[in-house]
């Protein structure tokens, strides 16, 4: 059984930061992609950022420059520092990895509300 649990959201003012964190039952090294997903209310929910096995990163356009995806394998745990932050990045984050051969597998969300 392969959890993953979610920390780090909170209630943050405009142009603040918090960097949410995914720790993982199983070994990460073999994962072939990692990523952050966000889901706000009446909305669907949609791919963040996102890091690949060997490394490679990508972002949604509107984070870009903002926040920064990283893993640390040795704590079997993945990263998403969010710099300044806006109204809109207001949403639950989940984390999302995807192993060959143990599957894909979700966090159970963190809550990020922006606001002054």
């Known amino acids: 059984q392969v959890q993953l649990v979610e920390s780090g959201g909170g209630l943050v003012q405009p142009g603040g930061s918090l960097r949410l964190s995914c720790a993982a039952s199983k070994s990460i090294l073999g994962a072939n992609a990692m990523g952050w997903y966000r889901q706000a209310p009446g909305k669907q929910r949609e791919l963040v950022a996102i890091i690949m096995r060997f490394g490679n990163t990508n972002y949604v356009d509107s984070v870009k420059g903002r926040f920064t995806i990283s893993r640390d394998d040795a704590k079997n745990t993945v990263y998403l520092q969010m710099n300044s932050l806006k109204p809109e990045d207001t949403a639950v984050y989940y984390c999302?990895?995807?192993?060959?051969?143990?599957?894909?597998?979700w966090g159970q969300g963190t809550q990020v509300t922006v606001s002054s």
């Open positions: 999302n990895i995807q192993w060959g051969t143990l599957g894909n597998h």
